[in-house]
């Protein structure tokens, strides 16, 4: 059985004040068999997740957990097999930033604007700002090839705000950055959060990046990927990643995951 | 440069082959014969070039609309992908040698005839790496896409089409190599001008040098096309030929 419950359909160029939650129940994921002779695969069972409006909650697990089946899930690119999935429209932001080369950096951040109807110079306006605001002013007519990973990174966050979804579904926006780069791209993005709150689905293998950024850690278990633990972040922002709290709760979300 | 050169010591060769074996110049032309032929003979190449240009650029649009629109069909449509692509490889076996006469005979020596044989030539190597531009678009931009709520159309127009473009030029490049190709045989197998025809002509008039000049003009021609091609192709997918990562 499915339940999606969709927003009202409104122009999401005009982001909604009220932050949608997310709530999983008991579901259930297998995706058939490519070909004969290979077991079909349960990616998720039994799993249950909450996201509060305005929430940013980190999930964390082995590869090939169902983390990604998980954000998939919540988008409402793929319905449960069993299970509820409550969630207002999201939007996805994935590893590879999957900017459209042809397209300057501008005109990438507009794209979700663009889908959604807004004329091409109001959108590029907005976009325009919202790439100021990340630092990235005097680069909106540069195309994806001329930035560096962490700018196209940023690029790809700025469109995916621009969607106007209430809901983010983040699958490890970072994991394709070098490791400093992916610290300032941390910091970054905790900040952007505070200055535009959303309800967050962050996804990673990354345990100290769930737990700098993340209000609640949820640990999978291997796959059939289910919660098998629940942390609760309570440590106020801006977080220092050497904060004996955080060092502590990053030591009891590892062991979780070694359990 | 290199190309230059070797062009050179080539011609020169065959000059020297001609002059010294005393070959008779209507079995094989020096390049000064060809030469003087394509000076002596401008005007009669010219208005014949022009008829034969006019197939080869007719043919090709006509290739590339009916190429780009097969491919947007298959693109769009399973039952269409099943149903089109087959007979589409199927009609690049007919032998064009033996159809040409053929359609001579049903459209008379005008222009169809040769619109017909060089868009079936060129419409196949447009489409098939139009198709698999499109097929190699990556399926995590189409997800993004959907939860942006595009449209199937949206997702075309702003995603999958830009795509394709590098497969369409590659795919005109290939074309406009057999298109020379394609128009002459369709003169020869029946025609009232053109360079094919010159060439058909000039054959039995012993004029060998100018059977040569024609062909000269036709290569030289193609050439041209094509780098027009390679140059559109730098205007309108910069993209592609840019250095990654020069950003500090």
Redesign the interface.
């Known amino acids: 059985m499915l339940t999606r419950t969709r927003a009202p359909e409104e122009a999401p160029a005009e982001v909604e004040t009220r932050l949608g939650s997310v709530v999983l129940r008991d579901v259930a994921k297998t995706f058939a068999a490519p070909r004969r002779g290979v077991a079909p695969v349960t990616a998720v069972r039994d799993l249950s997740l909450t996201a509060r409006p305005g929430e940013i909650v980190a999930v964390v697990g082995p590869s090939g957990c169902g983390k990604t089946t998980l954000l998939e899930l919540v988008c409402g690119l793929t319905a449960p097999d069993t299970g509820t999935v409550e969630a207002a429209p999201a939007a996805l932001m994935a590893q590879r930033d999957l900017l459209l080369p042809w397209r300057s950096a501008v005109d990438n951040a507009a794209l979700a604007l663009r889908v959604a109807g807004v004329e091409r110079g109001a959108a590029r306006e907005q976009a325009a700002a919202l790439l100021r605001d990340f630092g990235l002013g005097g680069f909106e007519r540069a195309r994806p090839a001329e930035l560096s990973g962490g700018m196209r990174q940023r690029v790809a966050f700025a469109r995916t705000l621009l969607s106007g979804r209430t809901i983010l579904c983040l699958d490890e926006p970072f994991a394709a950055l070098d490791a400093l780069t992916r610290q300032e791209m941390q910091e970054w993005l905790a900040s952007a959060l505070l200055a535009q709150p959303r309800t967050v689905v962050l996804v990673t293998h990354d345990v100290e990046e769930a737990i700098v950024l993340a209000d609640r850690v949820f640990v999978m278990s291997p796959r059939p990927g289910r919660v098998v633990a629940a942390l609760d972040v309570d440590v106020a922002r801006p977080r220092r990643r050497t904060d004996r709290a955080l060092v502590a709760l990053r030591e009891r979300a590892l062991q979780e995951l070694r359990a | 440069m290199t190309a230059a050169v070797l062009l050179l010591v080539l011609l020169g060769g065959w000059e020297a082959y001609t002059r010294l074996s005393g070959i008779d110049e209507f079995v094989l032309p020096a390049p000064t014969a060809i030469a003087t032929a394509l000076y002596e003979d401008r005007s009669l190449l010219w208005s014949n070039f022009m008829v034969t240009a006019g197939e080869i650029g007719l043919g090709m649009l006509v290739a590339i609309v009916l190429g780009l629109a097969c491919a947007g069909a298959i693109h769009f449509s399973t039952l269409l992908r099943r149903a089109i692509y087959p007979l589409m490889v199927g009609s690049q076996t007919i032998p064009i040698v033996l159809i040409a006469p053929l359609l001579v005979a049903w459209w008379g020596f005008g222009l169809a005839p040769k619109l017909a044989i060089v868009a079936l030539v060129c419409f196949f190597p447009i489409v098939v790496p139009t198709l698999d531009a499109l097929d190699r678009v990556?399926a995590?931009?189409r997800?993004?896409?959907?939860?942006?709520?595009?449209s199937r159309w949206?997702t075309f127009r702003?995603?999958e089409a830009?795509a394709a473009l590098p497969g369409v030029l590659t795919g005109a490049k290939l074309s406009v190599a057999i298109a020379a190709i394609a128009a002459t045989l369709a003169e020869l197998a029946g025609s009232d001008a053109g360079l094919g025809n010159l060439m058909l002509k000039a054959i039995p008039q012993f004029e060998t040098a100018r059977a040569f000049a024609a062909v000269l003009i036709l290569s030289a021609f193609s050439v041209a096309l094509f780098g027009l091609l390679a140059l559109a192709e730098r205007r309108l997918?910069p993209?592609?030929h840019?250095?990654?990562?020069?950003?500090?």
Do not use: E, H, S, Y
Request: charged fraction near 20%; charge should be positive.
């Open positions: 990556d995590d931009l997800k993004l896409m959907r939860t942006f709520g595009a949206q702003m995603v830009p997918i993209w592609a840019q250095p990654r990562g020069t950003a500090p």
